[in-house]
């Protein structure tokens, strides 16, 4: 039977195919954008028809029916990390969170330790050999493609066919769904003064050559915008948003300096406009792959100058970083920080680097303090961590003792704290 024949043989309604789905399953969602509507809306209006069904997802966008406190015994979302649809519901306990680095979601995956008995994910038009890309998001679920029982794919012409490992050919899907809805934008995050203050103190120590993995924020935001002067960057990162977009189109993106996969970009997820999806379209120069490929520190880590940017939101005196959650309150999740801090610590020329304004809440909360707040979740460890970034300075950790951290921190944190701090490492006899 021909691809076409096979295509229109699996093609249906969304109602019809997820009929796929069976309690007690565990529904595997791409991270953001890759999410497919059309089904997820679908199975949200039956779901009182189910028992014990659970979806895995990093990073939902959409609140979608199914989230809800009232019919959590029929769906039950897990999630790999919170986003604005699922932080109320772990918050206050209906929604299940399961802590992972990001790198090794596919080996849970893989040795059933994370249930994947369906997938929902956004697809790009099949091509003339059979293949759909799965371009958005191959992250960790081009493992659970391989060890479900059944695939589902939402394919929509505006999703890009990208080049790497993110492909599923016809003969392994048993639904497919089409529909035709633009693709949901993630506009650039706000970048104010205090960002912009941090992104130069970064932006300087980036040299010629350097190869990038840029988290989402504003101030990895503020970074890239003052990387338009540099030559020859490479990337090899988690997301492509439109930051590294505006790099290439700038010419400061090249990728010859890279040690591993020169020539290349490589990123596991896609997370911007219109413009990014459309640039990502068989773009040679760019890559999607698994997460256990693009996250893992060793691979990453094979990259001269590696340089490493991520946010956190609370640092000791130690260097441990909450970056996932407000005390014992879940906020967001371990996502790829550690991975990559590991990665650039490993990478000759490389450089971790952790940003965090000084102060919360109008100036009134350090986020620089001597202990992390009880029930804190650390997201990268005191061993790890490396250069810590405030609007008001650089401080390199790495391999400096208890007191020269302290010292370092105090002296990046609000003046308006620094006494404050000082009295606190004196009682902690760490000055």
């Not at 021909?2 to 991270?31: C, F, N, R, W």
């Not at 505006?246 to 596991?268: C, D, F, S």
């Not at 698994?290 to 893992?296: A, G, H, Q, Y």
């Not at 650089?394 to 003046?415: F, N, S």
Request: overall charge neutral.
């Amino acid at each position: 039977m021909s691809v076409q024949a096979l295509y229109q043989q699996k093609l249906m309604s969304a109602g019809d195919a997820i009929h796929v789905v069976q309690s007690g399953d565990t529904i595997v969602v791409p991270t953001g954008v890759g999410e497919p509507p059309a089904l997820l809306t679908a199975l949200s209006d039956v779901r009182r028809n189910y028992r014990d069904v659970k979806i895995s997802q990093i990073l939902p966008l959409r609140k979608y029916g199914y989230i809800d406190p009232d019919t959590q015994e029929n769906i039950r979302h897990v999630a790999y990390f919170f986003g604005g649809a699922t932080r109320p519901g772990g918050q206050e306990g209906w929604v299940d969170y399961l802590p992972a680095y990001f790198s090794e979601l596919p080996m849970l995956i893989e040795r059933g330790l994370s249930p994947s008995e369906v997938v929902f994910s956004m697809a790009s038009p099949m091509d003339e050999y059979g293949f759909f890309s799965l371009s958005l998001a191959a992250d960790y679920t081009m493992a659970a493609v391989e060890k479900a029982r059944a695939i589902v794919l939402e394919v929509n012409p505006n999703v890009p066919f990208a080049n790497g490992n993110c492909h599923v050919h016809i003969s392994q899907v048993a639904a497919l769904v089409e529909s035709g809805d633009p693709l949901l934008e993630v506009g650039l995050p706000k970048i104010g003064p205090v960002q912009q203050a941090i992104g130069s103190y970064v932006a300087e120590m980036i040299p010629n050559g350097a190869t990038l993995q840029i988290g989402y924020g504003g101030i990895p935001d503020a970074v890239v915008m003052q990387l338009t002067n540099k030559h020859d960057l490479g990337i090899h990162t988690e997301m492509v948003g439109d930051g590294i977009m505006t790099l290439v189109e700038a010419g400061v993106v090249t990728n010859r300096k890279k040690n591993y996969h020169r020539g290349k970009m490589l990123a596991t997820f896609a997370l911007g406009s219109k413009k990014l999806y459309d640039f990502m379209h068989r773009n040679p120069a760019l890559e999607m792959h698994p997460v256990d490929f693009t996250n893992d520190p060793y691979r990453a880590g094979m990259n001269d100058n590696l340089h490493c940017i991520n946010a956190t939101m609370q640092i000791d005196f130690m260097g441990q970083c909450g970056s996932e959650s407000l005390g014992f309150t879940p906020y967001s999740g371990t996502g790829g920080q550690a991975d990559f801090v590991r990665a650039a610590n490993r990478s000759n020329g490389g450089k971790a680097f952790i940003v965090l304004p000084s102060t919360a809440k109008d100036d009134t909360i350090s986020r620089i303090v001597p202990t992390l707040t009880p029930g804190t979740h650390v997201s990268t460890s005191k061993n790890d961590i490396n250069y810590v970034v405030t609007e008001f300075g650089v401080a390199q950790l790495r391999g400096k003792t208890a007191k020269q951290r302290c010292e370092a921190l105090i002296g990046i944190a609000h003046p308006n704290f620094r006494n404050e701090l000082r009295e606190a490492a004196k009682k902690m006899r760490l000055l």
